[in-house]
């Protein structure tokens, strides 16, 4: 019902979480995105900086190998011009060095095809080199100095030279083509490193921005479905008083009803019940005259006319004077109830506890014929009512629970009362017979009584407690199981306020 | 009794049947009285003001008034009795109705009733009250209009 009232709170509070958590899900994965980025640009500059490294590497040994074959050569000119064993032992030497400078060059260009030929043909000059160098070595040993020197001036060695420092130099370029290659890979990684970033921060961003305007405007939305809220639940309070005085109104004017038809029909019922005596006073004299008739001229007497004297007009006043009496009950029952409803209601501090113990008490014996247990469960809020009429909603309620009880079982009575608000809800419960549900509502009524007629009783009590609930601006209601105990519910103002508008009328 | 004789019971009462018991009663207590019936509250202030015998113009008398009339309370016929100047506002009203409300058996005192009877429904109880009214009128001092001149 609150949620029909209330078409200013529909914020969807799913929607709205599922959206943020979807913002959430979004930075974090910008977050991941940049992460990830800046793992992959530090692993590609890591690799780029071995890469140089052996750039470096292949350069410097392909260098060293140069200056020994360049070193070899020079040795072996000394030698070849001067015969000094020093420059043999110095070129031996270099030559020593020269195939592990080789092979480094190998080694480091292996994955390389392209390199790895260059380097096999740099073998080979350097192979042929050393072929011719040994023959001119070898001469000059012998002392055959000039042949030697023939043998110098003759060979190709120069040319050889030159081979082998071309290849060297292709070497080097190819190196170096390589790392231009590397660097420009390396500078393309790093614009898709920033790239990334900048699109996971602008992400970043825009999810911070939109989180917050949501954030913010759901923040507002609340803020102002709290204050309708608030505003609804003053205008409930109105309402309920509203309710309250419109009930306690049409209780007023059927009470004021009752009691003018329950005297109007008095009237009448004065004149039936005086004319029946009037009548009996009547048959008297009659059945008098009968009985003198009968003694001096029974030819007089017929059978019908004693019969009609004797029977059936003491019969027919018998019957009227037993359903006139009974009417009257009943209109003393409605004047009983309407003029409830125009006592002055004089309000006080009630201690509930004792004066449900009161009533408690003023049952004892019935209580104690019928085997039954009255418990007053604390604490039991009090009350700011007329004493007269809480004392007999409660005794009325409490003796009806005595009275019904399901002589199957021992009877247990229970009140209990709850606070709630500006109201307080009072329980009476009972294990007793019960009240069928299709009786609830009719058990209040006027006359209305439910279940086995095995009670004294003219259906009044109940009728009466509903409009004493009503008159202090209360309600009660039952909820109850055939056989199953029945549990009245009774609401009153914790404090009793005055109608907003009497409209007590005066009386005729 | 004989010396009340002039003392007329002026019985308002818009229901017959109610009007035909209390004067058998009252008959059946022994008041011979002469019984004026009026059954609206109109036609019955006409008589008291301002008929030739009636009490306004000093006609001892003594009214049973009920209060349920048609076309006026009896509580306005009572108040006008009683407020009037003259011989009327010392004439003895006796309340006889089915009413039987607190407040307003106080109020009828308050504007000067002098009896307030509730018509029960037991109808022995009521019969028992109308004839003890009889006796009680056959010993009640109605005040003299001449007295008062």
Request: aromatic residues 6%; glycine residues 8%; hydrophobic residues 40%.
């Amino acid at each position: 019902m609150y949620r029909r009232l209330l078409p200013g709170f529909s914020v969807s509070e799913g929607r709205m979480g599922r959206f943020l958590v979807t913002c959430m899900a979004l930075g974090f994965f910008a977050l991941i995105v940049a992460g990830v980025a800046a793992a992959w640009s530090t692993a590609q500059n890591e690799r780029h900086t071995a890469d140089v490294g052996h750039t470096y590497q292949v350069e410097i040994a392909i260098n060293r190998a140069r200056v020994l074959i360049e070193q070899s050569e020079t040795a072996r000119r000394g030698f070849l011009l001067t015969s000094d064993t020093a420059y043999l032992q110095s070129y031996r030497t270099v030559m020593a060095a020269l195939p592990a400078a080789i092979g480094r060059i190998a080694t480091l260009t292996a994955d390389n095809p392209g390199q790895q030929s260059k380097v096999s043909t740099l073998r080979r000059q350097i192979a042929d080199l050393e072929q011719h160098r040994e023959r001119t070595i070898s001469l000059s040993v012998r002392g055959d100095q000039s042949a030697a020197l023939v043998q110098f001036q003759q060979e190709t060695s120069i040319r050889r030279m030159r081979t082998v420092r071309a290849v060297a130099d292709a070497l080097i370029k190819e190196e170096q083509r390589l790392l231009a290659i590397r660097d420009a890979a390396q500078q393309a990684s790093v614009r898709i490193f920033y790239i990334a970033l900048i699109c996971a921060g602008l992400l970043l961003v825009l999810v911070a921005i939109i989180t917050l305007v949501t954030l913010l405007r759901y923040t507002r939305e609340l803020a102002t479905s709290r204050d309708a809220l608030r505003d609804f639940a003053d205008t409930l309070e109105d309402l309920v008083e509203e309710r309250t005085a419109d009930l306690s109104r049409a209780n007023e004017e059927i009470q004021r009803f009752a009691y003018i038809v329950s005297h109007d029909l008095r009237s009448p019922l004065v004149n039936v019940m005086g004319f029946t005596a009037e009548l009996e006073a009547a048959t008297g004299t009659i059945g008098e005259l009968i009985d003198r008739a009968e003694e001096r001229a029974p030819e007089l007497v017929t059978e019908d006319v004693r019969f009609a004297a004797r029977e059936d007009l003491p019969e027919a006043i018998r019957f009227i004077r037993t359903s006139t009496q009974k009417m009257d009950r009943l209109i003393n029952a409605i004047l009983k109830l309407s003029r409830q409803g125009r006592r002055v209601i004089a309000a006080e501090q009630l201690d509930m506890t004792t004066l449900v113990d009161g009533i408690g008490a003023s049952l004892t014996q019935q209580m104690e014929q019928r085997g039954t247990t009255l418990t007053v469960e604390q604490p039991l809020p009090d009350l700011f009512s007329d004493r007269l009429a809480i004392e007999q909603i409660f005794s009325n309620l409490i003796e009806n629970a005595v009275k019904y009880l399901d002589p199957k079982r021992p009877g247990r009575i229970v009140v209990r009362g709850k606070r709630d608000g500006k109201r307080i809800r009072y329980e009476i419960e009972d294990n007793g017979r019960g009240i069928a549900p299709s009786d609830h509502s009719r058990v209040f009524d006027l006359f209305r009584r439910s279940g086995t007629q095995d009670q004294p009783g003219e259906g009044i009590g109940l009728a009466h407690v509903r409009a004493l609930a009503y008159r202090l601006g209360g309600v009660i209601d039952v909820a109850s199981e055939l056989g199953h105990g029945a549990t009245f519910h009774l609401t009153l103002p914790a404090t009793y306020a005055e109608p907003k508008t009497d409209t007590r009328g005066r009386l005729r | 009794m004989t010396d009340h004789q002039t003392v007329s019971i002026i019985m308002i009462e818009d229901d017959e049947g109610h009007a035909r018991l209390i004067e058998k009663n009252i008959r059946r207590a022994g008041i011979l009285n002469e019984i004026q019936h009026f059954t609206d509250g109109t036609s019955a202030l006409e008589y008291l003001f301002n008929a030739d015998k009636g009490p306004g113009r000093g006609g001892p008398a003594l009214v049973l008034l009920d209060l349920n009339l048609p076309d006026m309370g009896g509580i306005d016929i009572l108040a006008r009795i009683k407020g009037s100047d003259g011989p009327l506002k010392r004439t003895p009203v006796v309340v006889l109705t089915t009413t039987d409300d607190k407040v307003e058996i106080q109020r009828c005192y308050d504007l000067g009733c002098n009896v307030y009877i509730t018509k029960p429904v037991n109808y022995e109880s009521f019969a028992q009250a109308i004839r003890q009214l009889g006796l009680f009128l056959s010993v009640i001092q109605v005040p003299d209009a001449e007295g008062h001149g």
